[in-house]
């Protein structure tokens, strides 16, 4: 039997939307990633886009467990001499509420072409407002 390898033509692109109020960052992010990449269709195959597209929206009420918020820190470097920076989970959702969402899908994301691809199907917004609704997003339950 020979391997089956799905192609860009044949895939089917469905759209979903996730709505992150109240829920765990780590688990949004984990559906979020599964989906993008494909896994769960059974036409999965690792080195071809063959995922969906994500909508998260609410991403300013995703919530963090225990003393997260305050310890956990994301840490850019800017390009110049002790250019490295730090902010809690509580500073960066201040400033940029979807930020800490997106680095933790693009971290479950391979990290080459395919997954600089795979990350432009991911859609994520502050509010409940979203302007995708021509697409027909199915909800996504988390």
């Given at each position: 039997?020979?391997?089956?390898?799905?192609?860009?033509?044949?895939?089917?692109?469905?759209?979903?939307?996730?709505?992150?109020?109240?829920?765990?960052?780590?688990?949004v992010a984990a559906k979020a990633a599964s989906v993008l990449r494909g896994k769960h269709k059974a036409s999965y195959t690792p080195n071809s886009i063959c995922g969906d597209f994500v909508v998260i929206?609410?991403?300013e009420k995703i919530?963090?467990?225990?003393?997260?918020a305050d310890n956990m820190l994301y840490r850019h470097?800017?390009?110049?001499?002790?250019?490295l920076r730090s902010y809690s989970f509580n500073t960066l959702i201040e400033k940029h509420p979807t930020e800490p969402?997106?680095?933790t899908i693009w971290g479950m994301l391979p990290h080459n072409r395919l997954g600089r691809k795979i990350i432009g199907n991911l859609k994520i917004y502050e509010g409940p407002e979203h302007p995708h609704a021509a697409q027909n997003p199915k909800p996504l339950e988390v």
């Amino acid at each position: 039997m020979k391997t089956y390898f799905a192609k860009n033509e044949d895939v089917k692109n469905d759209w979903y939307v996730i709505d992150a109020s109240g829920k765990t960052l780590g688990r949004v992010a984990a559906k979020a990633a599964s989906v993008l990449r494909g896994k769960h269709k059974a036409s999965y195959t690792p080195n071809s886009i063959c995922g969906d597209f994500v909508v998260i929206v609410n991403a300013e009420k995703i919530q963090v467990t225990g003393k997260k918020a305050d310890n956990m820190l994301y840490r850019h470097y800017t390009g110049y001499v002790r250019g490295l920076r730090s902010y809690s989970f509580n500073t960066l959702i201040e400033k940029h509420p979807t930020e800490p969402l997106k680095r933790t899908i693009w971290g479950m994301l391979p990290h080459n072409r395919l997954g600089r691809k795979i990350i432009g199907n991911l859609k994520i917004y502050e509010g409940p407002e979203h302007p995708h609704a021509a697409q027909n997003p199915k909800p996504l339950e988390v």
